[in-house]
């Protein structure tokens, strides 16, 4: 009896088996999700999903309508500051805390703790740092400096830099974190033989070590950027959206038409822009890291 | 180990007993404030009292804004509540339509709710096609201005009796540290205070025409313009009032750190629980002294459809007890609110409610925006009016300009 070829399908069986439920979770709630709400954001659906079609007009109405574009430049701000705040700060302090430091473990405790906590209670403990009347400024005033003004949450033109101080506090802790673990990661012996070549040691940060941490930084990236898309919690309990619209972000905008407004077609239409605009990013940078591949 | 059994299906049967008499019927409300906490309490009590039905407090913190969403997402879910409270009006429509909630009419024509409502217009918004499908609880309007009579004093004024007066004020109220008015930042506040100006500097039959019919040349017109103008006199004059919740403001005006508030009659429960007392500490002008009228506007709940024979027969029963005379003003004078009916007695109301009473007896009243507007357009003028009152740099023209959008393109 010859011994029959194994078929493709079967190899690895049980392994496939064990990723069924996955795949069909991904399928079902992921894309079949997303095709759901891409379909009824053209429909008129207020409280409840009609199927009655209407066209682009949900998003003609999206476009005209001032709080939406606040809250997208708000984003963008937001989006961009941090990008590359948190970078820069997380690798800073890293390479700070790689200087073989005393009492490392300390520094990088206190440096993650902020990341421990949610957004509510980091949203919370920056509104009333940065209230004027109990904050900062309050602190400032009483040492004498009663010119000094600092109240970034009640100023419609600064808001969104008030969030971002509350953001990057929490967060940069964590690219800290992944920054150092990138560090450690780098070899001696090119640190040695960086030495021996005479090479300052920040060029051999910005032209060896960076380049060679490309991976840890990719991670980061994402990490960071999943972080500014789905900025919300920290709007909401830092500023509740204000002064006015001022502090608006999109996610913040499609929970209140769907829920609040009652027009899910409205909050479906403004949550299809936004996985546009995650694609507009995502396709590009994942062809470029995944689909490049094959000719190396 | 057998004696602890026993008890335990002792218990159980008990359980299984109690059950056959009565059901534990699950309300959800997002009344978590002092006042209205107490004024709940009183229609629990009652239920209880006057039915072996337990009431099962579903309370939601966060407000109508954060309450709505959770109700309504559990009764689409297939999870529906014993009862809910929403505000009269739009809000239930498409639940209603969608045949999620249980027609009532049954209770309303048994209880003679056709004869004993007052305003009439309370239970026409509660009815679709004929059937009623809510039990009308209160009348709260929004139409008042408060003020401190402490702040004024300080400046040497007179307390104003009208909102000309009340704006003239306003430069020296500054002069002298005080805010003239207290504004919240949250979004509904400022669209709620721009349309008392609108019913009040405009009339009544202005609102009804923009909201009602949708009427966009009228919204473009000069009457419009002049409540524009008002709004933009009343934003200089809420400059400072750095608060959130609207508690917070009408505590500025009790603690005469501001001049005035324009709120709806709940504000009054904050001067109670003050100790403050109306016409000494404090003011309230109804209609802002320029036109008595009030809305009526109020709580309302609507019972989801559950397919349960014992739940439905509370639901009946709650829905008879919430309009019954001694439950009207029991509820009634904890909440601060008008009974809907005007055969009880409120010889204990203060003297603001006291004006509300007249002013609904004689017949100027006028209906909420609740009642004509939908929520998604309430959304757009609150996103609308938060943005002016708080940015100095959007001009009247502007706003009205957006504002004639959301009334032309309002369903």
């Not at chain 1, 970078?87 to 473990?105: H, Y």
């Not at chain 1, 209670?121 to 004498?144: A, E, Y």
């Not at chain 2, 909201?211 to 006199?233: C, H, I, L, P, W």
């Amino acid at each position: 009896m010859a011994a029959t070829r194994p078929i493709r399908l079967f190899r690895n069986i049980s392994a496939k088996i064990a990723a069924i439920p996955m795949i069909l979770t991904a399928m079902v709630v992921f894309v079949g999700g997303t095709a759901w709400t891409v379909t009824y954001s053209f429909t008129s659906s207020k409280l409840l999903p009609k199927a009655k079609f209407v066209g682009l007009d949900q998003y003609e109405r999206l476009w005209n309508t001032p709080r939406w574009l606040v809250s997208l430049e708000n984003l963008l701000i937001y989006g961009i500051c941090m990008m590359v705040l948190s970078l820069v700060l997380g690798f800073v302090l890293a390479a700070l805390l790689d200087q073989k430091i005393r009492f490392e473990n300390t520094f990088r405790t206190i440096l993650l703790y902020p990341f421990a906590l949610s957004f509510i209670v980091t949203g919370l403990v920056w509104q009333w740092l940065l209230n004027p009347d109990f904050g900062i400024q309050s602190v400032i005033h009483r040492m004498g400096w009663t010119s000094f003004n600092f109240d970034p949450l009640y100023n419609a033109d600064i808001v969104i830099f008030g969030v971002l101080i509350a953001g990057l506090w929490q967060g940069t802790g964590l690219v800290m974190c992944l920054m150092l673990a990138g560090l450690r990661g780098i070899d001696q012996d090119i640190w040695k033989a960086a030495r021996v070549d005479g090479i300052p040691s920040w060029k051999t940060y910005i032209f060896i070590v960076i380049p060679m941490m490309r991976p840890v930084f990719i991670t980061t990236l994402v990490i960071i950027a999943s972080g500014i898309v789905r900025l919300y919690d920290l709007i909401v309990a830092q500023t509740g959206g204000g002064p006015g619209i001022a502090s608006d972000v999109p996610a913040k905008y499609v929970y209140d038409y769907m829920f609040q407004g009652q027009n899910l077609g409205q909050g479906f239409a403004a949550s299809t822009m936004m996985l546009l605009a995650v694609l507009v990013v995502v396709i590009p940078w994942a062809y470029l890291e995944f689909g490049g591949k094959k000719h190396v | 180990m057998k004696s602890i059994r026993t008890v335990l299906t002792a218990t159980t049967a008990l359980c299984a007993a109690g059950s056959v008499y009565a059901a534990d019927l699950e309300v959800t409300h997002w009344w978590t404030s002092g006042g209205e906490a107490a004024a709940v309490a009183e229609f629990a009590r009652e239920f209880e009292a006057q039915t072996d039905n337990t009431w099962v407090d579903g309370a939601i913190a966060g407000g109508g804004g954060t309450a709505r969403p959770v109700m309504v997402s559990r009764i689409i879910g297939g999870d529906p509540m014993g009862a809910f409270q929403f505000n009269h009006g739009r809000q239930a429509e498409e639940l209603i339509e969608a045949g999620l909630l249980r027609d009532m009419t049954h209770v309303a024509e048994a209880e003679g709710w056709k004869d004993i409502v007052n305003p009439p217009s309370l239970l026409d918004a509660c009815t679709v096609d004929g059937k009623i499908y809510c039990a009308p609880v209160n009348i709260h309007s929004w139409q008042w201005l408060w003020l401190s009579n402490a702040a004024f004093e300080k400046t040497n004024q007179a307390v104003p009796t009208n909102w000309d007066e009340f704006v003239a004020a306003a430069p020296a109220l500054r002069e002298a540290g005080i805010t003239p008015m207290a504004l919240g930042g949250q979004p509904w506040q400022s669209s709620g205070a721009f349309n008392v100006l609108m019913a009040t500097l405009a009339g009544p039959d202005v609102l009804q025409q923009i909201y009602g019919d949708g009427d966009a040349e009228m919204a473009a017109g000069d009457k419009m313009t002049r409540v524009f103008q008002a709004a933009s006199n009343m934003r200089e004059m809420v400059q400072g009032s750095n608060v959130q919740d609207w508690n917070q403001a009408t505590n500025l005006v009790i603690t005469d750190q501001a001049g005035g508030q324009i709120m709806g009659d709940w504000a009054q429960g904050e001067f109670a629980v003050a100790g403050e007392v109306a016409g000494t500490d404090y003011t309230c002008l109804p209609g802002l002294g320029v036109i008595e009228v009030i809305s009526t506007g109020g709580d309302a709940f609507y019972f989801p459809e559950t397919g349960d024979a014992e739940t439905e027969a509370a639901q009946d029963a709650l829905a008879a007890t919430l309009l019954k005379p001694n439950t009207q003003v029991a509820f009634n004078l904890k909440k601060g609110s008008l009974p809907v009916r005007s055969d009880v007695d409120l010889e204990t109301a203060n003297d603001c409610m006291k004006k509300g009473l007249e002013i609904l007896g004689s017949g100027a009243i006028m209906p909420d925006v609740n009642m004509l507007n939908t929520e998604d357009t309430n959304n757009q003028l609150n996103d609308l009016f938060v943005q002016f009152f708080q940015d100095p740099s959007i001009s009247a023209d502007d706003a009205q300009a957006r504002f004639v959008d959301i009334v032309a393109s309002k369903d």
